[in-house]
């Protein structure tokens, strides 16, 4: 048997390249190009890229391989997909669970991204009125405080950007998703990499590769190691069902470990260019590399200021970025709503508009966290920080620790040959030994040594 035995009832992907292009358009988004920068800035550089390469090579890519191949083989909402495939392997049904802390944690999550989000939106319309052309830094900075002390402003575009969101996943996977992003993507590279001769020839571009590839531990916290691996999770969509269910829509003849390789390299190419694009741009104005959630909005516009033709790739590059976070937050949510069409009969598009309106609304206890709510905290942290910092640096990680344990050995090894048709056994028992050993181990340290255990066993 090397087919899947089922189909499932939203569709499937019309070729091969679809799938490709719609995971890389989920995988590619605001982790790469805002939150990358951002973090690595603030978490001293260079070890802290090494760390989150090391992530991405020995625990995202057998879990990417891992959550595609449950997902085509179960061919339904996380959720369902876990509790079928539970029983088929004749193990307990709280597997299911899994499922449901995936679609918890893409209900968290879009509702902070579409805030974020909609920051790029605003820098669409300040690119078009030209605010930027021939600022300085301070003036930079300016326009992003304002923007956040905006609550108003903050919420419509918020607003906005869910409704867009909805809107797709309510036609459905095929109806819109899948052009969009075979063109969208590419673009947005070339627009990077645009940035990348600018950041060369006009910034400190030496000083910005040694910030970012060279290693100094001193500078990495404990914490800091967790970010970096819960950043694997987030920046591949890893951990939460949002790469199972798009592996639910995928052709069973199609080799699913190929494909995870392209999608790993595209994502990781797309966010060490944005680091090597930004960070030149830091050190030549003189800027802070631990400046926060805005250092993208607050360098960039910067480079467009200046260079030939800025307004125009500005605006480009804003406009693109939305699409990137837009094609990534539609499969944030698309795991909670095909539960609800599945499990409680309805259609897409009542499905839609409940999750659109649930997302709204603890979105704006993002948009307070940045204005009237900013002295709120719990555990040190804003309700901003709180919802990243649960969802990306725990929920994610322990999905995918998860999702590791359960292909890795609770699913016989029949099935895994099966779904994966693979001629190279030798690949495959490479993966293997990576998903129940190296991935499991690898979860375990980072986490127990973010507690300071670790260093107080040793
Ligand atoms: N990978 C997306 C990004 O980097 C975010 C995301 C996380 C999307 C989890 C889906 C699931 O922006």
């Given at each position: 048997m090397s087919d899947s035995p089922r189909n499932s009832i939203h569709g499937q992907w019309s070729s091969r390249w679809v799938f490709v292009f719609a995971a890389t358009g989920s995988a590619v988004g605001l982790g790469n190009i805002w939150k990358f920068p951002y973090i690595a800035g603030e978490n001293g550089g260079g070890a802290f890229v090494l760390v989150y390469l090391l992530c991405i090579a020995v625990v995202g890519l057998p879990v990417m391989i891992a959550e595609i191949l449950l997902g085509r083989r179960g061919r339904q909402s996380p959720i369902n997909t876990m509790a079928s495939l539970s029983r088929e392997e004749g193990?307990?049904?709280?597997?299911k669970l899994l499922g449901w802390s995936g679609v918890l944690a893409g209900f968290l999550i879009l509702s902070y991204y579409s805030v974020i989000a909609g920051w790029a939106l605003n820098y669409v319309l300040e690119m078009v009125n030209g605010?930027?052309?021939?600022?300085?830094a301070g003036q930079v900075q300016t326009v992003f405080d304002e923007l956040l002390a905006d609550p108003l402003k903050l919420t419509l575009w918020h607003t906005l950007f869910i409704i867009v969101t909805m809107i797709v996943v309510a036609r459905g996977?095929?109806?819109?998703l899948e052009k969009a992003v075979m063109f969208l993507m590419p673009s947005l590279f070339v627009l990077l990499v645009i940035l990348l001769a600018y950041a060369m020839n006009s910034g400190a571009f030496i000083e910005g590769l040694t910030f970012l590839f060279?290693?100094?531990?001193?500078?990495?916290t404990r914490e800091g190691v967790l970010t970096a691996m819960g950043h694997a999770f987030f920046t591949l969509s890893l951990g939460m069902g949002a790469i199972m269910i798009y592996g639910s829509y995928m052709?069973?003849?199609?080799s699913i470990a190929r494909t995870a390789i392209m999608i790993v390299f595209a994502d990781t190419m797309v966010a060490l260019v944005a680091g090597m694009a930004i960070f030149p741009i830091v050190f030549a104005n003189g800027l802070?590399?631990?400046?926060?959630?805005g250092l993208v909005f607050q360098t960039l516009p910067l480079a467009f200021g200046q260079m030939d033709g800025g307004l125009f790739f500005g605006t480009l590059f804003f406009i693109l970025l939305f699409f990137a976070a837009w094609s990534s937050s539609i499969s944030l949510i698309e795991p909670a709503v095909t539960w609800l069409v599945e499990n409680?009969?309805?259609k897409r598009i009542t499905a839609s508009i409940i999750c659109g309106i649930a997302t709204w609304l603890l979105g704006m206890g993002t948009v307070l966290s940045f204005?009237?709510?900013?002295?709120?905290?719990w555990f040190d942290r804003t309700f901003f920080e709180l919802l990243d910092f649960l969802t990306a640096n725990i929920m994610l990680p322990l999905g995918g620790l998860f999702i590791a344990i359960f292909v890795?050995?609770?699913?016989s090894r029949k099935s895994k040959v099966a779904e994966m048709a693979t001629k190279y056994l030798f690949a495959f028992n490479v993966w293997s030994f990576l998903l129940r050993y190296v991935t499991p181990l690898a979860v375990t340290v980072v986490f127990l040594q973010s507690t300071g255990l670790l260093a107080k066993l040793i």
């Open positions: 193990r307990s049904p709280l597997w605010t930027f052309t021939g600022t300085s996977v095929r109806g819109g060279m290693p100094d531990f001193s500078a990495l052709r069973s003849q199609d802070e590399p631990g400046a926060g959630p409680r009969n309805m204005n009237l709510w900013s002295e709120v905290k890795g050995w609770s699913m």
